[in-house]
């Protein structure tokens, strides 16, 4: 059997953003938890091009929650992370899609947490006409990101490096 998924971001409500593989590592009723190697190809629907990574990647995928964690891997630790604000990820038949909502909360190697794209939120939720409720639900989301963040709940602790060196011993 092949741990093998496919990953699909969509802009609001379903447009196809981007996509990749990975190979799933944990699937539990709350989240998914994808392992991305590197060569792997992300191609860019809305650019129309295709982009070879060459980092190593685990990334979290909430089924509950409303945001999506990818989090570079160097010698074992996490070294930067990219948090899209996003509705529950969904996975049917060996694919993960979720619908990013623009804003993301990041942290790049040595540096602090701090949010981006607030300006592309504001420009789609006119373009894509997002209703008061979906902005509403967004920026809770956001705060409760910068909340997990903060209280160093999972996946933005060591329990994530831990699973991956599992998985490479």
């Known amino acids: 059997m092949s741990n093998l998924v496919k990953i699909k971001a969509l802009k609001f409500p379903d447009i196809l953003h981007y996509e ?3 190979e799933l590592l944990l699937h539990t009723s ?3 938890l994808v392992l991305c190697k590197p060569g792997r190809k992300l191609i860019h629907h809305t650019k129309n091009k295709i982009f070879t990574i060459e980092n190593t990647s685990l990334e979290y995928f909430s089924l509950k929650e409303w ?8 010698d074992g ?3 930067s992370t990219y948090c899209n604000v996003a509705k529950p990820s969904i996975f049917n038949n060996e694919e993960i899609s979720f619908v990013d909502l ?11 947490w701090i949010v981006v794209d607030e300006d592309e939120f504001e420009s789609n939720s006119i373009k894509f006409g997002y209703s008061i409720e979906l902005k509403r639900e967004t920026l809770k989301a ?12 999972f996946p933005f602790n060591n329990q994530v ?3 991956f060196e599992n998985q490479n011993s």
């Open 20 to 22: 990749w593989e990975g």
């Open 30 to 32: 709350d989240y998914l």
């Open 67 to 74: 945001f999506t964690a990818a989090m570079e891997v160097e």
């Open 77 to 79: 630790k996490v070294v």
């Open 102 to 112: 623009d804003l993301d909360f990041i942290q790049e190697k040595n540096k602090e």
């Open 142 to 153: 956001l705060k409760r990101l910068k909340e997990e963040v903060t209280r160093g709940n």
């Open 161 to 163: 490096a831990s699973i």
